[in-house]
């Protein structure tokens, strides 16, 4: 597609339910990022896939945090037993390369935890 | 670890002011800089860069000039209009493939 696609838009989740959020990127684009971004704050690195291997996943805060790649288009963030402080919205990026000015990043996905 | 340190918002102007944000990055090596955008209701978007030392970014008048001596890559703009007003994220690329984003600035500008 012309850019960078995540659903849903807007996710409430009931604290220790299980959430997936969807990344769509542009079509051929090798690299794909996710990122956390709380309210008032920068984005903050989770993971990153060249391909279906991922390469970097030093950014998940914990084991409850989990992301795949499996046909090297599509990736899906998932979170289990979701808790307040996961509320954020999760913006997914992708690249031709792994190169900062090469990003195109989605609108993200708001996810809050109640 | 590589961090990003950018002037605190929000900022105001009125229409035509000259605008500063400052911005002072730390990494190992020789990172490439940039000032993405986020305006309301819109994803991040990639206003300049500067990918060495000297390098001047430019877009939509905005310019930043990437100084290794002071670490520091302030964003300027002569003439700010109501539509500049946004959230400015000053923004690193090291070695590791990842953005080390600052905490962002508002930029509200009134007509």
């Known amino acids: 597609g012309a850019g960078v696609s995540q659903s849903p838009r807007y996710k409430v989740a009931k604290r220790g339910q299980d959430v997936a959020l969807r990344c769509d990127p542009i079509?051929?684009?090798?690299?794909l990022f996710w990122y956390q971004q709380a309210l008032g704050q920068g984005p903050e690195f989770l993971t990153y896939?060249?391909?279906?291997?991922?390469?970097?996943k030093s950014g998940l805060p914990s084991d409850r945090f989990f992301a795949e790649r499996p046909e090297g288009s599509v990736s899906t963030l998932k979170i289990q037993r979701t808790q307040q402080e996961d509320s954020a919205v999760y913006l997914c990026?992708?690249?031709?390369?792994?190169?900062?000015?090469?990003?195109?990043f989605g609108s993200g996905t708001r996810l809050t935890v109640v | 670890g590589d961090s990003v340190t950018q002037m605190e918002g929000p900022v105001t102007l009125s229409e035509e002011a000259f605008l500063t944000i400052n911005c002072t990055y730390t990494?190992?090596?020789?990172?490439?800089l940039f000032w993405y955008v986020q305006y309301p209701g819109e994803g991040l978007q990639l206003l300049l860069k500067?990918?060495?030392?000297?390098d001047k970014g430019s877009n939509k008048g905005f310019e930043a000039t990437y100084r290794k001596e002071t670490t520091s890559f302030h964003l300027e703009k002569g003439s700010v209009q109501v539509s500049d007003s946004a959230v400015y994220f000053c923004?690193?690329?090291?070695?590791?493939?990842?953005?080390?984003f600052g905490s962002g600035t508002q930029l509200t500008v009134l007509p």
């Open positions: 990026a992708s690249s031709l390369e792994g190169q900062g000015y090469g990003y195109t």
């Open positions: 079509s051929g684009h090798v690299s």
């Open positions: 896939f060249q391909n279906e291997a991922q390469l970097d």
């Open positions: 990494a190992t090596g020789y990172p490439s």
């Open positions: 500067a990918t060495k030392a000297d």
């Open positions: 923004t690193s690329s090291g070695s590791a493939r990842q953005l080390t």
